[in-house]
């Protein structure tokens, strides 16, 4: 196919040679191009992005503003060092008071409510050891925020919330929740008031480091020169470059229609967090279950999983909502990018490229920051 050129006007001031080009206008993206901003006022910033609006994981979560449920950072012991774990949570506490500061709580409905993890008639085993383990987070919760009793049972809830086949419930206090599409677009107001151009339905086939810039091919055969480039599209960021140590990760999610007199009021996690649901507009968004089918849902390729999706009704109708009509609105996917490390991937290649991906499933805790550490990467 003949390569359809930029036209003069386009190469020369329309599109130019940006200073920066962030690929992947998610979380960090937005955020990565506001911290560049901030440091550089005259900048010329592009964020390219493939689709209409952002569309991977930050546009499609479940809107908690989480850092962890009980049984998540007990799972995250056994597997890495409790300075790594105190670490971790303490970067996604210190997150989440970024994004509480850049985008204001207001425009995006912050609501610190806690959150719940229920433990049900099958998984008496896992309560108690979370229950033998509580003192013991509560101390390392304090040590990462600061916060006292972090952890706490509230059986009483269990009928207040009228949860079905539930034994146990322990509440995380310093949780929260938030409306996902007002975050974004408020990131977004924010990027284009700050004279960031976003250009959507355009993607990166193809990335080639020069000794003075970065040529970025898009899929059309444009190419763009820039000057440095971050690429902040986690869970598809292999497409780019194969060589990262980053999976990814669909996650389904559902909502109801609303429903009269809905009892549950929060946000609630379930089996070490990949369950999770919460009230929103009377009904209930409900999402996870990837850990039934890991190897499948190992995709980057939106979409359902028959298995899942009869787990989620399952969860729905025995635990959420035991003897209430519903119907279900509509069901969603949403990609995540993981690891063998629960820990981002923030890396120079180069002097030119910064990578920064990899969020685990935390990105509305740590996305923020990373888009920070990002710019600190490329600026060093
Ligand atoms: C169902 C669900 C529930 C979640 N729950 C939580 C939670 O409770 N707490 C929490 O902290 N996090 C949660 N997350 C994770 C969080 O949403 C993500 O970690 C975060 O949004 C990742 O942000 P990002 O900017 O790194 O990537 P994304 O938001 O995925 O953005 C990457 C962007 O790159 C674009 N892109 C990809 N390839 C290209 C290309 N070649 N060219 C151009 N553009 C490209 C994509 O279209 C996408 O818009 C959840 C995610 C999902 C899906």
């Known amino acids: 196919m003949p390569q359809p050129n930029l036209s003069y006007w386009e190469q020369t001031s329309f599109i130019g040679r940006p200073d920066l080009l962030i690929i992947g206008s998610g979380i960090v993206g937005l955020t990565a191009a506001l911290e560049y901003r901030r440091r550089f006022p005259t900048a010329k910033i592009l964020v390219v992005e493939r689709s209409p609006i952002a569309a991977g994981g930050s546009t499609r979560n479940a809107g908690f503003a989480c850092f962890g449920s009980i049984s998540e950072i007990l799972a995250d012991l056994e597997n890495h060092e409790e300075q790594v774990v105190i670490d971790l949570i303490k970067s996604r506490w210190e997150g989440l008071a970024r994004l509480r500061a850049l985008v204001g709580d207001e425009n995006m409905n912050y609501q610190g409510v806690g959150n719940y993890e229920v433990f049900r008639d099958q998984d008496t085993h896992l309560y108690q050891e979370c229950r033998a383990a509580m003192s013991h987070l509560n101390e390392l919760m304090e040590s990462a925020t600061g916060q006292k009793d972090v952890f706490k049972e509230t059986p009483l809830d269990i009928e207040r919330f009228n949860l079905g086949q539930t034994q146990h419930l322990i509440w995380n206090k310093a949780e929260g ?3 996902t599409g007002k975050m974004m677009q408020t990131l ?24 003075n810039q970065v040529s970025v091919l898009l899929n059309n055969n444009w190419e763009i020169n820039a000057d440095r480039v971050i690429v902040a599209t986690n869970g598809f960021a292999r497409q780019l470059l194969p060589e990262l140590s980053i999976r990814p990760a669909r996650n389904l999610v559902l909502i109801t229609n609303p429903i009269d007199g809905l009892k549950i009021n929060g946000a609630f996690h379930g089996e070490g967090g990949y369950f999770y649901f919460r009230n929103i507009d009377n009904r209930i968004l409900l999402g996870g279950g990837r850990h039934l089918d890991l190897k499948k849902e190992e995709t980057s390729e939106f979409g359902e999983n028959q298995l899942i999706k009869k787990a989620l009704v399952g969860l729905l109708e025995s635990t959420i909502l035991p003897g209430i009509p519903y119907t279900i609105d509509r069901w969603w996917s949403g990609i995540l990018g993981v690891g063998e490390q629960k820990k981002p991937i923030i890396a120079r290649q180069q002097d030119r490229l910064v990578v920064a991906v990899r969020m685990g499933g935390m990105g509305v805790a740590i996305g923020s920051s990373v888009g920070v550490m990002a710019i600190d990467e490329l600026t060093l």
């Open 177 to 179: 929740m938030i409306n």
């Open 188 to 211: 977004v107001d924010l990027t284009l008031k700050a004279d960031i151009r976003i250009m959507n339905g355009v993607t990166v086939e193809k990335l080639s480091i020069q000794l």
